[in-house]
């Protein structure tokens, strides 16, 4: 997984860019794994399983996408930052199954970004997170915010 050295604050985030989180690949362990502790339905428990429904295999939950979405920006950029957590996500979309032995890639655009009028020292980075697989094809899409201090003497 990609790992960011630069430590990112408020004004480095840029409306309209988008940055590359690395690529993730899926192995059929932890797909099996992830299950067992908290989605434990069939097809993300076994392979034959999968290949009898409409998911085509061994799929990883949804939850687990959104998981290694969050760690794919957690080594991109939120550890090394002024992170000071999120309110939650509009949105999440999973629009294609993940499957074992995928290779997944993601994307953060920023949409918007403001300093809180209610506490100044807090800026508010709305995001728009996409994950493709490896023919390059959309499996997931989420879109929230994320809070980030702001230096005052800067803003």
């Not at 085509?56 to 939950?61: D, R, T, V």
């Not at 980075?125 to 994950?131: Q, V, W």
């Not at 490896?134 to 915010?145: D, K, R, Y």
Request: charged share 20%; aromatic share 8%; net charge negative.
């Amino acid at each position: 997984m990609h790992q960011s050295r630069h430590h990112f604050t408020y004004h480095d985030f840029t409306v309209g860019e988008s940055m590359p989180l690395g690529s993730k690949e899926v192995t059929a362990e932890e797909v099996i794994a992830f299950a067992s502790e908290f989605d434990p339905q069939p097809f993300h428990l076994s392979e034959e399983a999968g290949k009898a429904t409409i998911l085509g295999g061994l799929a990883a939950s949804g939850w687990h996408t959104c998981a290694m979405l969050m760690r794919m920006m957690a080594d991109s950029y939120i550890r090394n930052s002024d992170s000071q957590g999120a309110p939650g996500l509009e949105y999440v979309k999973w629009l294609k199954p993940v499957l074992a032995g995928d290779t997944l890639s993601a994307t953060s655009t920023v949409l918007e970004k403001r300093v809180s009028r209610s506490q100044p020292a807090l800026g508010i980075i709305r995001m728009n997170h996409k994950i493709t697989n490896q023919h390059n094809i959309p499996v997931c899409e989420a879109q929230g915010s994320i809070f980030m201090r702001v230096d005052t003497q800067e803003a």
